[in-house]
């Protein structure tokens, strides 16, 4: 009975702080967004400090034609890490049958933009004689800068294509301060 009494006085608390209130269908949005920003406008909700809050520069992963265009490059090699957030893509050791050779590729990327100087690749070489007995080189030559050209053409498409299936999603734009 003490609980039962205990539940009932927090219940009646709870109940008269007026956090149910009913709505009016007609005047609540039907898209979500503007649901948002209604309520944003109204200030309801609550924040956990700056949590959440963002200054509309979003860099996400399936956003980034550099990004993208290193991972569609480098899916021939087993991936090791993958890290958006720190900019570095590290493939596993890996090598064909017919080379005692294997080689790790590390991409990291210095700036989203696609320019010669975004992306650093460094390519490594391990050669064991026994499977404690090994050596590790740093590979400096002509292979790297035909992968970073490699994945920069490519982001260079994947931004081409995005350009123009955003002019195809929204029409016509023009970027301000910009005459085309």
């Known amino acids: 009975m003490k609980k039962f009494s205990i539940i009932l006085i927090i219940f009646s608390f709870l109940a ?9 269908a007609r005047k609540v949005p039907v ?3 503007e649901r948002v920003k209604k309520n944003m406008e109204e200030g309801r909700g609550f924040k956990l400090g700056n ?15 550099m990004w993208r265009a290193s991972m569609e490059k480098l899916s021939f090699a087993p991936l090791a890490v993958v890290d958006y957030g720190g900019g570095v893509i590290i493939t596993d050791w ?21 320019r010669s100087d975004a992306i ?5 070489t391990r050669n064991c004689k026994t499977f404690n007995n090994c050596k590790i080189k740093t590979i400096e030559n002509s292979t790297n800068n035909e992968i970073k050209f490699t994945i920069l053409r490519k982001a260079a498409e994947i931004e081409k294509q995005d350009l123009v299936k955003t ?12 005459n085309f």
Not at 16 to 24: F, Q, V
Not at 51 to 65: I, W
Not at 100 to 114: A, P, S
């Open 51 to 65: 949590l959440g809050k963002s200054n509309g520069n979003f860099m996400f992963a399936s956003s980034n034609p």
């Open 167 to 178: 002019k195809d999603d929204i029409g016509e734009y023009k970027i301000p301060g910009k």
């Open 31 to 33: 898209n979500a967004n």
């Open 16 to 24: 008269s702080c007026g956090i149910y209130k009913p709505s009016d």
């Open 120 to 124: 650093n690749v460094i390519i490594h």
């Open 94 to 114: 890996f090598s064909d049958d017919t080379s005692k050779d294997e080689i790790k590729i590390t991409v990291r990327f210095l700036t989203n933009e696609i």
